[in-house]
């Protein structure tokens, strides 16, 4: 079964550094989206994606947070200057259309900011 | 966003079935149900949706209340590797699904 693949699974990076978590959606999928979990919290939507431009983001997801889909099959979100806070689980996922379709997550990227 | 209410944790016999309920109060008229899970160490996985009417898949069923408030998961039988955060939630699309903080469902020998 094709599924969402993640790397790197885990990232160290100093506070003010940049950070992109790289995410390869299923081949077949138009929408893209990234959500985060920080330890012991709940899974929080960040970002969703489509036709090459952000459909919707929350309040999480400011200046310092971009996406891109650099090619035909990557999907990547960069963090410019990363925070202590930014530390968390960064899950990527893709769905085959917007109703109703299910949400294929990957096993997501540990980021720790030091 | 979607306003669920779910209880902190359940526990279950392994072989046994097990329901979980959910409150969806802020449900609208086209929004969808889903449930999704969470395996430790891993990313949410989804279960199963539906909008009216009960619905089964090789995982689990859904059971969903008459008004919609309320939806149930059914694990037939339970087992080991059904241990994990069950989510339940409701959009209208896909793209802001959002999560509680869900079950903790245990499940013994």
Redesign the interface.
Known sequence: EPEVTQTPSHQVTQMGQEVILRCVPISNHLYFYWYRQILGQKVEFLVSFYNNEISEKSEIFDDQFSVERPDGSNFTLKIRSTKLEDSAMYFCASSGSVYNSPLHFGNGTRLTVT | DAKTTQPNSMESNEEEPVHLPCNHSTISGTD?I?W?R?LP??????VI?G?TSNVNNRMASLAIAEDRKSSTLILHRATLRDAAVY?CSHT???????????TRLQVTL
Request: proline share 4%; aromatic share 20%.
């Open positions: 969808y889903h999704y969470q160490s891993q990313g949410p996985e989804y949706h909008l989510y209208g699309t896909a793209s802001k699904l959002t999560f509680g903080t869900g």
